[in-house]
């Protein structure tokens, strides 16, 4: 059974930063597309970023050059590190897990967390 398990959201001010981590268990993080999406109320969920099998990375335009994902396979976590953070990056953030070794735009998601609340304020 994959259970994630995620950590790390809060409340900061605008400009602030916050690392969210992922635990992963009856899953292994090395092998496949993992990514993280947010969901602010009254809006549609987001793809934020996306790290495949390889570690290579791909980034909502949004968050290019202020977020970064990454994972520790020894650990089997996946992590969000979020810089120079805005008002609109508050929602709630949710990691989530594919079978597919690449990140190819089109891989399912099948498995989610249960979300960090992410608070911003200005």
């Known amino acids: 059974q994959v259970q994630l398990v995620e950590s790390g959201g809060g409340s900061v001010t605008a400009g602030g930063s916050l690392r969210l981590s992922c635990a992963a268990s009856?899953?292994?993080?090395?092998?496949?597309?993992m990514g993280w999406f947010r969901q602010a109320p009254g809006k549609e969920r987001e793809r934020v970023a996306r790290?495949?099998?390889?570690?290579?990375?791909y980034y909502a335009d949004s968050v290019k050059g202020r977020f970064t994902i990454s994972k520790d396979n020894a650990k089997n976590t996946l992590y969000l590190q979020m810089n120079s953070l805005k008002p609109e990056d508050a929602a709630m953030y949710y990691c989530?897990?594919?079978?597919?070794?690449?990140?190819?735009?089109?891989?399912?998601?099948?498995?989610w967390g249960q979300g960090t609340q992410v608070t911003v304020s200005s």
């Open positions: 790290i495949n099998s390889g570690g290579s990375a």
């Open positions: 009856g899953y292994t993080v090395s092998r496949y597309c």
């Open positions: 989530a897990a594919s079978r597919s070794v690449y990140c190819s735009g089109y891989e399912r998601f099948d498995y």
